[in-house]
């Protein structure tokens, strides 16, 4: 396959960390005064700042297609058959589809994922489907123009309801800084990353993401002990993650918040992140001494190997550690380095084999070389695809921030279903790319950063003015005082009393 880069396409993201439930009025961030930590359920709002999504059209990976299809893969026999039907016949059936990125992102029309959600009554059974328990019943029979009548009906209602939403989520974009947004009532606005709109289904990969509460994190606030300051003790409420190996390091909360860090950072520790999209840690070293806004940082990097197979007969590239992110004992395949199979993590209830996805950094940068030996176009470039923080030491705060990854379809050979029996047996193929944070600090945090540091270098000087300041008025005093009593006396002795 040959795969073409095209955008960028820039939003802006506007994080909420405490946002009150509207029915409750309780915050969504809760300091626990007697412990040592905080907890906050974050909300994020994209707004689009450049380039042009909605007349973007890509053709990319079916994701809920290949989902299904890699749920059913180890069935035989008629069960498989019956559920590939199901799923070649609902939805858009093959293995690509062309759609704009905004559609890819925030949703577009697939019947497919919608396949066990239950319909309004007012909605039809999609088009090319048959309804096998509707009534024969005259009583019941719906012909095709009531059928129309009552499906623009419902469309017309449900449409209000959608411009309704769509249009407070536009304003809330243009009016982010002006609005509070910790008082929204956002139930209106959240959406699940599948659901029936105007009685057709709509899918999109971050549609859950943007503004919908996320998962609860919890960080130790410092308070007890700077030097934990950041690190993040619960996930979900929970201590261990549950989806890699029971017991392992790789499958234990913990890591950096990648906003929160503590002061004092020295260039010989090593220092742990802990990216939830990522779905585990990552490891980072110190690299270099950079300069944002005059003010020195320290770059933290991820080695060669963070992302490395425990197999990897490469000395620089094997990471042992990685073991445990290797679920090969539960059918799921270990990937070679640089790759890491995300298909743990997206299990769920619905999907017990997870969604078919795998992560890396961006073109394969630092990826075993075989994954962009199989796919043309790919141009790994440590400037444009290296994951980097540069941090303030002495205080500890990030001045610039880049986690970059890239997620890819897992495409595998099926010889039972005829879309798929001509792929390799195994396929990684990339489909996105993105980076997060920030490359350079604000005027503002740069200015209050730069007082920060020489506020402690000035009491010192500061302290001593106030002192002379002090001694000098108390000798002024004390010259005023005795000049006073040296009249006082000179007066009484030119006029005597009688």
Known sequence: PVVQEVGPFVYRAVTVKDSLDFETGQSQMNYDSLGSTITYRPRKIYHLVSGDPDSTFITVPNIPLLTGF??????????????????????????????????????????????KHTRPEECPPPDGEIDIFSKDDDDDDWGDEDWKRRKRSTENEALGSRRSSDEDLSRIKRSSLDLDLKRLNYSMLEKPKAELVNCRCEWGLFRDKNVTIRKPVTINHGMKDLSMKGWVEQFDSSTTLGWWEDGSTCDQVGGQDGATLPPLVSQYQE?????????????????????????????????????????????????????????????????????????????????????????SFPH???????????VEGLRP?????????????????????????????????????????NFPDELVLPFLWAQDGFDEPSPDMASAIHFGLAAPRQLPLLGGVVLLALGGAMLLVSAGCWTYSVRRRTIEEEIPLS
Not at 80 to 107: C, D, E, H, Q, Y
Not at 364 to 374: K, M
């Open 70 to 115: 890699s749920g059913i893969r180890d069935s035989i026999g008629i069960t498989k058959g019956i559920a590939k039907n199901v799923m070649l016949n609902n939805g858009r059936g093959t293995p690509f589809v062309n759609v704009s990125f905004t559609g890819l992102l925030w949703g577009y029309n697939d019947e497919l994922p919608c396949f």
């Open 271 to 359: 220092m742990e992140m802990f990216i939830s999209l990522m779905c585990r840690k990552i490891n980072l070293k110190f690299e270099k001494i950079t300069t944002h806004s005059e003010l020195s940082t320290y770059r933290f990097i991820p080695p060669v190997n963070a992302l490395g197979s425990h197999t990897d007969p490469d000395p620089t590239k094997v990471n042992l550690a990685n073991s445990c992110y290797c679920r090969e004992s539960k059918g799921f395949s270990c990937l070679k380095s640089g790759v890491l199979n995300l298909e743990p993590c997206k299990v769920t209830p619905d999907l017990p084999r997870g969604a078919p996805i795998a992560l």
């Open 364 to 374: 394969f940068y630092q990826a075993d070389p075989s994954f962009r030996e199989a």
């Open 381 to 421: 470039n440590k400037t444009l695809h290296q994951f980097y923080v540069d941090i303030e030491p002495t205080l500890g705060f990030p001045l610039a921030i880049r986690p970059r990854f890239q997620l890819n379809a897992i495409i595998r050979k099926d010889p039972d279903i005829a879309v798929m029996s």
